[in-house]
């Protein structure tokens, strides 16, 4: 490499290293051509000696490193790009969320007025049968769309940690009798036998709130997914430490290939797209949100075209530090 006439220059501390036994460090160098042009190099040596301390060998090596700074240079502005790009993607992502958190809160001021109007136009009794069945599709898609305003707002919470609960002494069989008053009218409409398995469990510390929107959300899924004339369970369990709800259908279940991701955002199963059953994927997402806040645990069990239960053990008290 190098050629008569050639010089290296290198750091003014390098030449006491030289001195030591064994390996010296890599460091850069340049190397002056005897025309002038100037090289990147890097240079280390090895000196050897005997146990006088006598030196005995001393090598050293020079590497061309033209090509290692041209990769370094790439790389270091490889960094800076994906660095701004990042950049980008976590204030893009900071203003969806504050996109669909304000959607969110435009869409749910109205909707809850149109569902109260709707409410009292029924309660009036000065309607005729047509009347009241349009009104009985507002009140039923309202709902629906308040559902899903509130299942979006709750992802963004919960993905930006702000999902704060309001806890509260909370009857489980009595939430799940308010749950299941709820969805009787889908549950009429599609004749589904519904069984129920409520033991007496002594209440629950949680957010009242939130177990509703957690179990109104299994519970319409099991809905949506068991075929008309069919069967959906609801069960109460509990002990001093746990109580364990489980909602289960007898509908088209989740293939196992397909069960690792039915927790994910937006995620539908195949049965869902090809049967063109109404939804928006966010509802067993928000579920294990609920019951992360809560400090719990979420499972599902299923086989494809035999049914689904949905298991949720909630801790009978919370954590200290969250009270």
């Known amino acids: 490499m190098l050629a008569p006439g050639d010089r290296i220059y290198y750091e003014t501390h390098y030449a006491p290293l030289l001195q ?189 709130e939130r177990l509703a929107q957690l179990l109104d959300n299994l519970l319409t899924n099991a809905i949506k997914f068991t075929p008309s004339g069919g069967s959906i369970g609801v069960s109460v369990s509990g002990d001093d430490g746990s109580v364990v709800f489980e909602v289960r259908d007898s509908g088209t279940g989740i293939p196992a290939d397909q069960q690792a991701h039915i927790f994910d955002r937006f995620y539908r199963a195949d049965a869902a797209r090809k049967q063109a059953i109404a939804g928006s994927g966010l509802g067993l997402a928000v579920a294990r949100a609920i019951v992360d806040a809560h400090h719990g645990g979420i499972a599902v069990q299923s086989e494809n075209a035999n049914g689904t239960t949905v298991r949720v053990e909630l801790p009978r008290r919370q954590p200290r530090r969250d009270r």
Do not use: W
């Open 20 to 208: 030591m036994q064994g390996a010296v460090r890599e460091i850069a160098v340049e190397i002056v051509r005897a025309n002038g042009d100037r090289l990147p190099a890097l240079m280390n040596s090895v000196l050897k000696k005997d146990a006088a301390g006598t030196p005995l060998l001393s090598r050293t090596t020079v590497f061309d490193a033209t090509d290692r700074r041209k990769y370094e240079r790439e790389l270091l502005r490889a960094r800076e790009q994906m660095r701004a790009q990042n950049e980008r993607l976590r204030e893009v992502d900071r203003l969806k969320d504050e996109l669909v958190s304000l959607v969110s809160h435009e869409f749910r001021t109205p909707l809850t007025s149109i569902r109260s109007y709707v409410e009292l136009l029924l309660e009036d009794g000065g309607l005729d049968a047509k009347q009241v069945r349009f009104l009985q599709v507002v009140e039923r898609n309202s709902g629906r769309l308040l559902r899903l305003v509130n299942d979006l707002l709750l992802a963004v919470q919960a993905d930006a940690g702000r999902l704060a609960l309001t806890y509260s002494s909370v009857d489980p069989r009595r939430l799940v009798a308010e749950c299941l008053q709820t969805v009787a009218p889908a549950v009429e409409a599609k004749q589904l036998a519904v069984d129920v398995a409520a033991e007496p469990v002594a209440p629950i510390e949680a957010d009242a």
